[in-house]
């Protein structure tokens, strides 16, 4: 969605060293999640960031979400194979009948052992 | 308790014609959503449903349709089925509030020839 913008749209990092995905939206963020996909499967939920300013981290993974609630980090820290995979962030945007979640294009996370 | 069940799982249709894929959210979860990923669109949004009502509809033309049963299971159908909507199609339930994380399905991959 050109509603939400990821960057980068590929990323190939070398097996423990840390990396940031970014997320930026076009219109207020109501709330802002993260999931990561396995080619071909479901999403699977990481994180979910609605206050601005707030951080939720779980195991190396880390994201922000700035005081304006316009964009949002992703970070992994010491990357390791399992991490692997497409990182989408998705955002409640107001439609016609009311909310909706939007998602970016992804970011292909490559980890080199 | 259950995840997202989508059938099928693989779909390989002719060009013209139409095809039923079936979603049935977590028990509880009255909101569905389906999403279309193509590797160069990414995740774009169908439309949602809440209640049997279609709440919210994404850019997509009227060949691609849906609907809800009283057990908040969902359909979508797509007629005259063109090579460009082959696809992975994305179904997602959650509880109908701002905020609340979406559990998705593993997708049904259709191919059309």
């Known amino acids: 969605s050109q509603e939400l913008e990821q960057s980068p749209q590929s990323l190939i990092v070398q097996e423990g060293k840390n990396l940031t995905i970014n997320c930026t939206s076009s219109?207020?963020?109501?709330?802002l999640y993260w999931y990561k996909q396995k080619y071909g499967e479901g999403l699977i939920f990481l994180m979910m960031?609605?206050?601005?300013?707030e951080e939720k981290s779980h195991e190396k993974i880390t994201a922000k979400l700035d005081e304006k609630k316009q964009q949002s980090s992703l970070h992994i820290t010491a990357s390791q194979p399992s991490h692997a995979g497409i990182y989408l962030c998705?955002?409640?945007?107001?439609?016609?009948?009311?909310?909706?979640?939007?998602f970016g294009a992804g970011t292909r996370l490559f980890v080199k052992a | 308790k259950a995840g997202v069940t989508q059938t099928p799982r693989y779909l390989i249709k002719t060009r013209g014609q139409q095809v039923t894929l079936s979603c049935s959210p977590i028990?509880?979860?009255?909101?569905v959503s389906w999403y279309q990923q193509t590797p160069g669109q990414g995740l774009q949004f169908l439309f949602e449903?809440?209640?049997?009502?279609?709440?919210n509809k994404g850019n997509f033309p009227g060949r691609f349709s849906g609907r809800q049963f009283s057990n908040s299971r969902s359909e979508m159908n797509v007629s005259t089925l063109e090579l460009g909507d082959s696809a992975l199609y994305l179904c997602?339930?959650?509880?109908?509030?701002?905020?609340?994380?979406?559990?998705f399905g593993q997708g049904t991959r259709l191919t059309v020839v």
């Open positions: 998705g955002a409640d945007h107001e439609g016609t009948g009311g909310f909706k979640t939007i």
């Open positions: 960031l609605q206050k601005g300013g």
């Open positions: 028990s509880g979860h009255r909101s």
């Open positions: 219109k207020t963020l109501y709330g």
């Open positions: 997602a339930s959650s509880l109908p509030a701002v905020g609340t994380e979406a559990f």
């Open positions: 449903y809440f209640s049997e009502t279609q709440r």
